[in-house]
């Protein structure tokens, strides 16, 4: 593997001096690849527009196609971050109107491309900003492969499509999980639910791995419930990435009621529990279960 810096017309970023990301990966067969810390682009999913492409300026590499707004990314610099920081340089996507739904990344040793696969939850218009665009459109999903499409974009879609109807939610019986941990929980119950939803919010920031959720890709965020009953309740912890219950009575009826309210919008919904009369009753309105040590693996 060698690194080239870009000749004269190449990508560059739009602002400011380039970056050292900013070069080519050459293979030993010739191959070469943008990024010399990998590269990312964004899959932002409007649920009435469909999907954000970049129509790229016919002198860049594999011009007059279609692909997603993205690029090399940063030394040190995560795949989620890479993709919006260069979706918002190159299309003006504000970072605050996308919710991240789940990476597929393509590695292939020597360089490694990151999909981020985004819902709007804001709709915006996009810019162009970048000398790389002819045009940025909104295209449904069902015409994207209509389009003349980057070769890697191409060979990516099939997979990216299929997974595009997966939304994942967890729900966290929260004195359970508490329960299996035996580190004085039960002289501050309020404090070992804070503890919980703190760590449970890192998780649903850096995302799970998707072989631990059973799905394809490479790495989803799902929706991260947790339901809090008796003392737990207390609690003055929140975070704006998990969404929390606060049961009135019991914390299993609750737990069946937020699941039952999740089973339909989405899929898969796990309940993260070890009772198993709990077990029995969210199963059999069509959400599965994991017990507390496969959340607990997660959080590490």
Known sequence: MTIEPPAAGEPRRPHGPRDPGDAWVVAPTGERYWGRFGAAGLLALDAERGVLLQHRVSWSHFGDTWALPGGARHENESARDGALRESGEEAGVPEDAVQARFE?????????????????????????????????????????????????????????????????????????????????????????????????????????????????????????????????RATDVDHDLVAVWRASGSGDDEIVRVTSKLVGSWDPVIVVTSDRGLTERVEALGASVRGTRWLLDQLG
């Not at 002819?134 to 070769?151: F, G, K, N, Y």
């Open 104 to 232: 597929s990344v393509l590695d292939l040793g020597i360089w490694t491309y990151t999909t981020l696969v985004a819902d709007v939850t804001s709709p915006f218009e996009p810019v162009i900003s970048d000398p790389e665009s002819v045009a940025l459109e909104w295209v449904p999903v069902d015409e994207v492969e209509s389009r003349p499409l980057h070769p890697g974009f191409a060979a990516a879609w099939p997979a990216l499509r299929s997974a595009l109807s997966v939304r994942p939610a967890v729900v966290v019986d929260v004195a359970n999980v508490m329960g299996s941990v035996p580190d004085g929980w039960w002289k501050d119950r309020a404090g070992a639910a804070g503890r919980l939803l703190t760590r449970l919010s890192a998780l649903a920031s850096k995302g799970m791995d998707a072989e631990a959720l059973g799905l394809s890709a490479t790495r989803w965020f799902p929706f991260v419930a947790a339901v809090l009953e008796g003392d737990a």
